[in-house]
């Protein structure tokens, strides 16, 4: 029995672009049953990271906000310099936010020995490592510490970032499930939205809104590109135009992501759904909106030299060939780690067991994917996943003779979560699932990785406050206890991620129960009768 019901003739670009923008009662009734609940789930959770975290929780999080910090203060374009490492640039921040870090990379210490920030309001000339990325992120999360350089700010600018990620999720959560006819493809959403890029979304990071940005393109480009059942919709393209350009913006390799991803959905594409689009007038705005951002994005990467690296000691005789065998051998069990989450600063690993869990739900959508879809069906899911680890793994060996081994996971993340996304989109269009078994397939994924979310949080917070050890004398198994504790409370930054997690879960539940199947039918039946 199918999970979706007969076609539906897609009608006229102009009758798409008219009943696909989202004006009428039903479509509201959706976004809001699907966008906003999801949002407020996507929010509590990166929230929880945020309020949770000690001060340069993150890798590189104190480089992040000494930049942000700086362009908040007008300093968008800092002359490179030999600054933070030799590869970043000079940036005046009040000394308040110039702490020193000295936990990182050692589990068994909590951050209790660290300097809170605020106090200090005289202007500092610093050096950051972040100090020529582009400018885009940080304008938008820098003004609160700008204007309260203290735990206040901070905070406040966490959420923001934490706010702007989850948009993002919310829009592709939205378009897959509200622009699909496949229940399944909810747990793609879930999947894909390791504990990682809400540990980086709720800290000052331009990564997690790389990441969310990545999400956000290939939801709206799956029914875009892949259903021929479903019209050309205004919305789609916004959101396509949007994602796309944040994505190419805000870290280097955001050019080459946004072109790897463009170039999957389009080849092989079914040549009627592109002659649709070249006659879609919005399509071409979208498309234009790819290209000048994309331009822009790597015109300030290569004259602000953003993707420069320091150079570090390294052994000699590191050949191409060795460096490669070492990458796949050595370095590819660790980015699989790495893309579900190795929190703080890479140096808090959770038992086994928890990267296992989150390997079974994945695996759960790819396998049936590759064995009920077609060849393009396959080829799409393998290019996701070989795309950017290939990637990685040739620029990481060609640069290990000079700045070593440098790459992590969460760099591959815009790109590899298109591998669950596409892969639950597939079993709904090709698995012959009935609607209440994909609701219950669904259901049972929410099952497994929203406790996970939880697991991931509440073990970090435990590191950040008590410190973990490698035997169970030693590492606490309280995440309200330790020597050092967040401002606004260990159990408020706790309950906070609860909270997201059961929104999330209804926002699970919901989306695959009756009522929001009949929204769907409904809004199909008005854009055919349109």
């Known amino acids: 029995m199918?999970?979706?019901?007969?076609?539906?003739?897609?009608?006229?670009?102009s009758a798409a672009s008219r009943s696909g923008d989202g004006s009428d009662r039903s479509g509201r009734l959706l976004f809001r049953r699907t966008w906003w609940t999801a949002f407020i789930g996507f929010f509590l959770v990166c929230a929880g990271w945020a309020l949770a975290a000690p001060y340069d929780a993150s890798p590189d999080e104190r480089e992040h906000i000494v930049r942000?910090?700086?362009?908040?203060?007008g300093e968008f374009a800092p002359k490179p310099e030999a600054a933070g490492g030799g590869t970043g640039a000079f940036q005046h921040v009040p000394a308040s936010i110039v702490r020193d870090n000295c936990w990182w990379f050692d589990p068994t210490k909590s951050a209790a020995c660290a300097k809170e920030p605020g106090g200090d309001q005289q202007i500092e000339r610093v050096g950051t490592r972040a100090g020529r990325y582009n400018p885009l992120y940080y304008a938008l999360v820098g003004w609160p510490m700008a204007l309260w350089p203290n735990w206040l700010g901070l905070t406040l600018a966490r959420l923001v970032s934490a706010a702007l990620v989850s948009a993002l999720l919310a829009s592709a959560a939205h378009a897959l499930v509200a622009?699909?006819?496949h229940r399944v493809a909810a747990a793609g959403v879930l999947v894909a939205v390791t504990p990682i890029t809400a540990h980086l979304a709720g800290s000052i990071n331009p990564n997690g809104i790389e990441i969310a940005a990545g999400v956000a393109l290939i939801a709206a480009l799956i029914p875009t590109m892949l259903d021929p059942e479903q019209p050309l919709r205004r919305a789609a393209m916004v959101q396509i135009g949007i994602a796309g350009a944040v994505l190419m913006t805000v870290r280097s390799l955001g050019p080459l992501w946004a072109a790897v991803i463009v170039g999957i959905m389009l080849i092989p594409a079914k040549r009627e759904r592109l002659k649709q689009l070249l006659r879609f007038r919005p399509a071409w705005w979208a498309a234009g909106t790819l290209f000048l951002t994309g331009a822009a994005g790597a015109l300030w990467t290569v004259v602000m030299k953003a993707s420069e690296m320091m150079p570090v000691q390294v052994p000699p005789g590191i050949t191409v060939p060795k460096?490669?065998?070492y990458e796949v051998i050595v370095r590819w069990p660790e980015y699989f780690t790495e893309l579900v989450g190795v929190p703080s600063w890479l140096d808090t690993r959770l038992p086994g067991t928890a990267y296992y869990l989150w390997f079974l739900a994945i695996g759960c959508l790819v396998l049936p994917a590759v064995a009920f879809g077609t060849w393009s069906d396959r080829w799409r899911v393998f290019a996701f996943f070989l795309a950017p680890f290939?990637?990685?793994?040739?620029?990481?060996?060609?640069?290990?003779?000079?700045v070593g081994f440098a790459a992590q996971g969460r760099y591959m993340l815009p790109v590899v979560v298109g591998v669950p996304l596409l892969a639950a989109f597939v079993i709904g269009q090709r698995g012959g699932l009935s609607p209440a078994r994909s609701a219950s397939l669904v259901r049972t994924v929410a099952l497994v990785v929203?406790?996970?979310?939880?697991?991931?949080?509440a073990y970090t917070m435990i590191r950040w406050q008590a410190g973990v050890g490698n035997s169970v004398d030693y590492t606490p198994l309280n995440p309200l206890s330790g020597t050092w504790h967040p401002p606004t409370g260990s159990a408020t930054a706790l309950l906070t991620g609860v909270a997201g997690c059961l929104v999330l879960g209804y926002w699970a539940w919901t989306s695959t129960g009756r009522r929001a199947e009949a929204a769907r039918e409904q809004r199909l039946a008005e854009i055919s009768a349109s």
Do not use: C, N
């Open 2 to 13: 199918s999970s979706y019901s007969p076609a539906v003739t897609t009608p006229p670009a």
């Open 68 to 73: 942000a910090v700086g362009v908040a203060r």
């Open 179 to 181: 622009w699909t006819r």
């Open 323 to 325: 460096a490669i065998r």
């Open 390 to 402: 290939g990637a990685i793994t040739l620029s990481d060996a060609m640069e290990a003779h000079k």
């Open 450 to 457: 929203l406790p996970l979310q939880l697991a991931f949080l």
